[in-house]
């Protein structure tokens, strides 16, 4: 099993910036990739961005590209959500997910479709206009 927490969350206004966390914990041999998610209030649940884990592989959703950056701290079971620029569509919950996927040189599962096995409890994130 593998627990996940997640932090950062809070209020900013349009074009504010905010880092979300997300710590790992318990048999994190098992998974090998991260991602976040988040959910609008009426809304589906949407990926938004992923890595896939010592690989400095990430991956983002088309809405968030130039804007979000994830990254890894692997010392410390840490991965990030940089975002930037932020806009009133980018409130929502925000999930922090972890999995393992198939991952190689010349093919890899896309995490912002994979199924992942764990997830945290959420972090709110509001942007105002």
């Known amino acids: 099993q593998v627990q996940l927490v997640e932090s950062g969350g809070g209020s900013v206004q349009a074009g504010g910036s905010l880092r979300l966390s997300c710590v790992a914990s318990g048999d994190t041999d098992s998974i090998n990739c991260v991602g976040w998610f988040r959910q609008a209030p009426g809304m589906e649940r949407e990926a938004v961005a992923a890595i896939y884990l010592s690989r400095n592989r990430p991956y983002y959703v088309d809405s968030v590209k130039g804007r979000f950056n994830i990254s890894e701290d692997n010392t410390k079971n840490m991965v990030y959500l940089q975002m930037n620029s932020l806009k009133p569509e980018d409130t929502a919950m925000y999930y922090c997910?972890?999995?393992?996927?198939?991952?190689?040189?010349?093919?890899?599962?896309?995490?912002?479709?994979?199924?992942?096995?764990?997830w945290g409890q959420g972090t709110q994130v509001t942007v105002s206009s």
């Open positions: 997910a972890a999995g393992r996927f198939p991952v190689g040189s010349t093919w890899s599962r896309d995490p912002l479709t994979a199924d992942y096995d764990y």
